[in-house]
């Protein structure tokens, strides 16, 4: 069965870097597209990027600069930074599943991590 | 990319219809055919319910029910159960490789 299994909570410093990892199995790694989503306290989710089986990007204008996704073929893990912290970036962070164009379902988010809480705090 | 824009809330008796919009530009919702709607619970990752707006992954309740006119996408959910009191995001595929989620809708179940 297809499971997205991420790294636990995290509490940082403001200024400082997170990584987020989301380690995969039960599908074919290499064919799947993967998305990273946050949720902040009390808001609604929020797209932050995409990172494409090839290894290509594309991030939120708003995360542009600030995060990184790259991912690990080795190991079927997905990864994600994001630098220069501050308390709005308190949430939870989710990876997220996308089907490619050969099977149904592109353009939508159909497998979840359970989410990893970061906190973001002085 | 501004979020689109659902009610902050319905409510309505077990068993009655609701319908819940998500409205957005022709460069998100009006512009493809790639609006999804999410179901979530607190403190449980989101839930896909609909995708290709109106199509429902396997194992879906078909009470639940996707449509699009123009830069508004809807879900109706018939015959409401208490099950279904949650918060409901719709999300779509903008231009340039971007996704733009819902500022959601809270169900409440009377």
């Known amino acids: 069965q297809v499971q997205l299994v991420q790294s636990g909570a995290e509490v940082k410093m403001p200024g400082a870097s997170v990584q987020v990892s989301c380690k995969t199995s039960?599908?074919?790694?290499?064919?799947?597209?993967m998305h990273w989503v946050r949720q902040a306290p009390g808001q609604g989710p929020e797209w932050m990027g995409i990172?494409?089986?090839?290894?290509?990007?594309s991030y939120a204008p708003k995360f542009q600069g600030r995060v990184s996704m790259t991912r690990d073929t080795s190991t079927s893990t997905v990864y994600m930074d994001v630098r220069s912290l501050t308390s709005e970036d308190t949430a939870i962070y989710y990876c997220?599943?996308?089907?490619?164009?050969?099977?149904?379902?592109?353009?939508?988010?159909?497998?979840w991590g359970q989410g990893s809480l970061v906190t973001v705090s002085s | 990319q501004s979020a689109l824009t659902q009610p902050a809330s319905v409510s309505e008796s077990p068993g009655q219809s609701i319908t819940i919009s998500c409205t957005g530009t022709s460069s998100d919702v009006g512009g493809h055919k790639c609006v999804s709607w999410y179901q979530l619970y607190p403190g449980k990752a989101p839930k896909l319910i609909i995708f290709d707006v109106s199509k429902r992954p396997s194992g879906v309740s078909n009470r639940f029910s996707g449509s699009k006119s123009g830069n508004t996408a809807s879900l109706t959910i018939s015959g409401l159960q208490a099950e279904d009191e949650a918060d409901y995001y719709c999300c779509s595929y903008a231009s340039s490789y971007i996704y733009v989620f819902g500022t959601g809708t809270k169900v409440t179940v009377l």
């Open positions: 990172i494409y089986p090839s290894g290509t990007t």
């Open positions: 997220a599943r996308e089907p490619p164009s050969s099977v149904e379902g592109q353009y939508s988010f159909d497998y």
């Open positions: 039960g599908y074919t790694f290499n064919t799947y597209y």
